[in-house]
């Protein structure tokens, strides 16, 4: 009985030894363990505040950057102008689905005048009279009916653009088919400008000839006017339109609104094509709208203080 109880004793501490030791061991860990967190935190670098501050200050840069374009984009404006609508040319179908406002310009007197001013009406398109105007070089038959020439008497020219109002629907304005001679004529322009005055219709200058008297004219009578900036397709081809489109941004870098006219008839499909696939980056650079909206915003700027 005596051996039972010593041998049990001493089973006993033994365990009570080993658990001490487990004890002390478990306790040696967790103290080696928080003196090397404290080392280590002791001799990590510390964090390069420089770089974060500069990374924020960069962020916020490119957020500043992003907002100032994006301003400068909402104030400046491209307006589009198609010319030559009213015989049914190539590429009408294509350029009346494109996806944005532009201004459509209808010949007078011609198959198709009444059934594409009101087409380009419904779908909220500007429509303005493209008056056939004779230039300096070309057969005066190559006008179409109706045309403004400079021999006509002033009672004849007078009759002849009333006449060309009145037979394109929902006009607003007005600009010159050709007309390099005509638009340096000042008597001419000048019964021009008025019945557009009197019409209340806007002159768009299209800007054939380095000559034109249509600035002058228009400021005496006080008729609103807006001038072309950029020939799209005076060349048919896609590359040169594509190009075109190039100088209508590099033009924008420079000024608050850019007018364009591109044509339907032989670079009507192509100029529709390049015109829809630059629409992306058009609306990244400027917002695009009827030419009627550019001339308000001129008027306006005109009678600010």
């Known amino acids: 009985m005596k051996y039972r109880n010593r041998r049990l004793d001493l089973q006993n501490g033994v365990f009570t030894m080993l658990l001490r030791r487990t004890r002390t061991r478990r306790t040696l860990r967790i103290a080696f363990a928080t003196i090397g967190t404290f080392v280590l935190l002791a001799f990590a670098p510390a964090p390069n505040l420089t770089t974060s501050t500069t990374t924020a200050a960069q962020m916020q840069s490119n957020i500043s950057t992003e907002k100032q374009t994006e301003a ?176 209508l941004r590099k033009h924008l870098q420079e000024h608050e609104k850019c007018i364009a006219i591109g044509h339907v008839g032989p670079s009507g499909k192509k100029t529709a094509a390049v015109l829809l696939s630059s629409t992306p980056s058009l609306r990244e650079n400027a917002v695009i709208v009827k030419l009627s909206e550019l001339v308000r915003r001129t008027s306006d700027q005109q009678i600010l203080p």
């Open 72 to 247: 400068t984009a909402a104030s400046k404006r491209i307006a589009i102008v198609i010319d030559d609508f009213g015989n049914g040319m190539t590429g009408t179908a294509e350029m009346m689905k494109l996806p944005f406002p532009f201004t459509v310009a209808v010949m007078p007197f011609m198959p198709t005048t009444k059934a594409d001013a009101e087409t380009a009406h419904k779908l909220g398109h500007d429509v303005i009279v493209h008056m056939p105007m004779e230039p300096n070089r070309g057969k005066k038959e190559w006008l179409g009916p109706g045309a403004i020439t400079t021999d006509l008497t002033d009672a004849e020219i007078r009759k002849r653009v009333e006449a060309a109002i009145d037979n394109v629907p929902f006009a607003v304005g007005m600009n010159n088919h050709m007309g390099s001679k005509v638009t340096a004529d000042e008597r001419v322009m000048r019964i021009v400008l008025q019945v557009c005055k009197e019409r209340g219709l806007f002159f768009l200058d299209s800007r054939t000839t380095f000559k034109t008297v249509i600035p002058k004219v228009a400021a005496e009578l006080e008729v609103p006017l807006v001038s072309n900036d950029v020939f799209l397709d005076d060349v048919y081809s896609v590359a040169h339109i594509s190009k075109q489109i190039g100088i």
